[in-house]
């Protein structure tokens, strides 16, 4: 097994192509532009395509047109480019077509401070584009998880028939750690049609994920970004509507155990819960040592997956503590976090550019006491 | 030689199409069902992409792989599919607005690649689907719901940019001719690289009521009594009139076919 030391951009390059991801397009931005980089360099070797499309508007697209033509397809971005990315990203929601977006969040708004970090795209990747579809968005806080958990990205992606958000920051994207590239994690495949071509449905109702052909295999379906029915064809019927949107929702929030993913750390016995994830939830682990040290039983709940939201491990793990949610933005997924466990949660955020540190969360759970 | 469209290239069940009774666009979708019966490719192959607007709409009537995208994308979604499978045969259909306005950068550059594949552009003047906005390729002066007191824009002419962006297949022709427009859609196909055929069609409905144009014969018979072909001007683009023929046709290597050459001399 190969180890190397790598960033975290490079390691979801490497991760991604371990996936069997054959198709990257992209458009250069800070502090993505290594990932594409690096699948310039490596898809070519693996008989993959790379191209570097004109925008972020073409990148989307071009990945969505290769999926539909049967290849795992990957772009990656940050903030500015991701707001571009937002009418493809419901495209592929919509009309169920398997794409990773890596998001490598940068301070924001607008074009901000593009070689800094932040936490700013979490409800951007939530509810960034228009009308209502869940999504997955999952948020790794090493460079050897940013290997593992863009396989997982792709995994999801194809199982589920729907686009993934990998959610990374400036921090973990350029830092560079230790990295085994494990070969023995698992890939999954798309589910292909069995049935005979002219009785396919691309939207058969009888799957909550209907199997998917590919375009050349002899079916003929037809895709659109218009509301559609089970043929695939654009209807207004409100019933025909609500079963799709229906159907989209049950098939991500009925499989919540499968996708999703958190770590805990020292939470078991904690009195004091924070909750953070990405690079703040590094600082976090610190500071939870810190303040054990000191005698004070903090703890940390990770989350993995950020959307959809870890509603019942949240839960059950806050219960009867006192919860604190750090992030480099100024207040997104602790709304979420209070959605949840309907009380007060102590909150300290910033978008500055600079990182939450251990001693900054130490005091605000001290002073809390 | 009349070829007849095939009954088994139209998804009948979602017939009748919604364009408005005068619109040229059946003209157009009928020019390139009879090119790709000539052509002989194997429809399994066929992937018809469309943006969005009135041309856009074409994907769902014709009975291959189809995709009907997001506006001003086709080209794009076109892009990843031909180089994420250079088997299959690319055809797109787009309009004035979704090609040449929201759809711009990605045609320049998509031109420019040269990667093969057939865009066909619906040319109306208007954008008739959100009822008759002014587009980029409204005539100066030119009475649209936005331009109220005459477009006092100069239009933009396609095939003209098409050439400029290196384009290796270019021609235009109105529905005037449906013939030819059907040649010129058949020599695209059959073309290696990026061919553009402009398809000068007509929008009663929306262009040719404020412009007195609303009979749909006399809108056919104005557009053929402008059009000037190619070999006698011999320049793409004139002032008030629609300079007709095949602009642009050359071999080149083609952007899919250049990419797997590299790869062969990239892989371990």
Same mark, same amino acid.
């Given at each position: 097994m190969k180890e190397l030391v790598i960033s975290g951009n490079d390691a979801v390059a490497y991760g991604a192509i371990y996936a069997g991801c054959r198709f990257f397009a992209g458009y250069p931005i800070t502090p993505s532009t290594d990932i594409a980089e690096r699948m310039a360099n490596l898809l070519p070797k693996n008989g993959g395509v790379f191209i570097q499309m004109e925008d972020e508007l073409g990148s989307i697209s071009a990945i969505i047109g290769a999926s539909l033509a049967g290849k795992k397809a990957m772009t990656a971005t940050s903030g500015p480019g991701f707001s571009l990315m937002q009418e493809g990203i419901g495209f592929a929601s919509y009309s169920e077509i398997p794409v990773v977006v890596v998001d490598v969040q940068r301070v924001g708004p607008s074009t901000g401070i593009p070689t800094y970090p932040a936490q700013g795209d979490v409800m951007q990747a939530r509810f960034g584009t228009h009308g209502s579809h869940p999504i997955i968005v999952v948020y790794p806080y090493s460079v050897q998880e940013s290997y593992e958990l863009i396989v997982e990205a792709f995994n999801l992606s194809e199982k589920y028939r729907t686009p993934v958000i990998f959610l990374s920051d400036e921090v973990i994207g350029h830092m560079r750690e230790k990295v085994r590239l494990t070969q023995d994690l698992k890939v999954f495949e798309r589910q292909k049609p069995t049935v005979p071509k002219e009785e396919y449905l691309p939207y058969d109702p009888n799957y909550d994920i209907p199997p998917f052909a590919n375009f %050349?295999? %002899?079916?003929r379906f037809h895709i659109t970004g218009l509301t559609h029915d089970e043929t695939g064809f654009p209807t207004s019927n409100p019933v025909k509507a609500e079963a799709l949107i229906e159907r989209l929702h049950r098939k991500i929030y009925k499989n919540i155990d499968d996708i999703g993913r958190f770590e805990t750390f020292y $939470? =078991? =016995? $904690?009195d004091y819960l924070i909750i953070a994830y990405g690079a703040t939830a590094r600082s976090a682990k610190d500071a939870v040592i810190e303040l054990r040290n000191k005698g004070i039983k903090a703890g940390l709940l990770r989350p993995i997956t950020i959307w959809p939201s870890l509603e019942k491990p949240i839960r059950e793990i806050a219960e009867g503590k006192k919860v604190f949610v750090f992030e480099m933005n100024m207040g997104q997924y602790v709304l979420e976090v209070e959605r949840i466990i309907k009380r007060n949660v102590e909150f300290f955020g910033k978008e500055n550019g600079e990182l939450i540190t251990p001693e900054e969360m130490e005091l605000c759970i001290q002073r809390s006491l | 030689m009349y070829t007849e469209i095939s009954l088994e290239n139209l998804r009948s069940s979602k017939l009748p199409h919604i364009w408005c009774p005068g619109c040229g666009n059946g003209i157009v979708l009928g020019a390139i069902l009879r090119a790709i019966e000539r052509s002989k490719i194997d429809k399994d192959k066929i992937v018809f992409v469309s943006g969005i607007g009135c041309a856009g709409r074409s994907s769902g009537y014709v009975n291959f792989n189809t995709l009907h995208t997001l506006h001003g994308r086709p080209l794009a979604f076109a892009t990843g599919i031909k180089l994420a499978n250079p088997e299959l045969k690319v055809i797109v259909a787009t309009g004035d607005g979704d090609l040449a306005a929201i759809g711009g950068n990605h045609f320049i550059h998509t031109a420019k690649r040269n990667i093969d594949m057939t865009v066909i552009v619906f040319n109306n003047f208007i954008y008739g689907m959100t009822g008759g906005q002014v587009s980029p390729t409204t005539p100066d002066g030119a009475y649209t719901t936005t331009t109220p007191y005459g477009e006092i824009e100069e239009p933009m002419d396609i095939s003209y940019l098409a050439v400029a962006s290196g384009a290796t297949y270019v021609a235009r022709e109105t529905i005037a001719s449906p013939f030819v427009l059907e040649k010129y859609i058949l020599n695209g196909i059959i073309h290696k690289g990026f061919s553009l055929i402009e398809a000068v069609s007509s929008c009663v409905t929306e262009y040719g009521r404020r412009n007195n144009l609303e009979d749909p014969a006399a809108y056919i018979k104005w557009l053929k009594e402008k059009s000037m072909p190619y070999s006698k001007v011999n320049t793409l683009s004139i002032k008030d009139g629609i300079v007709v023929g095949e602009f642009v046709n050359e071999e080149k290597e083609e952007f899919t076919e250049k990419y797997y050459e590299l790869l062969k001399k990239v892989k371990p």
């Open positions: %050349g295999e %002899g079916y $939470a =078991d =016995d $904690a | -």
